[in-house]
């Protein structure tokens, strides 16, 4: 069995969290994400955050704490083991977010109220209601 190792950023303005939606075409499409990505070999996962955020959103972010780890087994019933870490950050600066379209095609500032309504799966949704 394989591993595969992903990270998640919580970036959060005026009480609102970032969701990204993912586009037609790719896995799990439509649905709601918070920004993050796949470890690239010898990274280490906060510099791949800093990266994937960048990368899909534009944002330039600093890592400041691990909010949560979660694993589980692939959805798509291939023998693969998925870990994901979800990170707090901070952003350097609150500019605009410039979507990746070949992965997102639609982003919004989430209040946990407004997150209980999106199909988010577990490990996005203990994203807004943990402290």
């Known amino acids: 069995m394989s591993d595969k190792h992903l990270v ?11 969701l990204v ?11 709601w994400e918070l920004p993050g ?14 990266r994937e955020v960048a990368e ?8 400041i704490a691990e ?15 998925i870990h994901a870490r979800i990170f707090d950050v901070t952003e350097y600066d609150c500019r605009a977010v410039t979507l990746n379209p070949d992965e997102h095609d639609d982003h919004a500032w989430v209040t ?7 199909d988010l799966a577990e490990h996005f949704a203990d994203a807004f209601t943990r402290r």
């Open 67 to 81: 909010r949560s780890v979660y694993s589980w087994m692939d959805v798509a019933g291939r023998p693969l083991r």
């Open 56 to 63: 899909e959103t534009g944002l330039s972010i600093e890592v």
């Open 112 to 118: 946990p109220d407004q997150a209980e309504d999106l």
């Open 8 to 18: 998640y950023c919580r970036i959060e303005r005026d009480g609102a969290v970032l």
């Open 37 to 50: 990505g796949g470890i690239e070999p010898g990274e280490r996962p906060e510099q791949a955050a800093v």
């Open 21 to 31: 939606r993912r586009a037609p075409g790719v896995f799990l499409a439509g649905r």
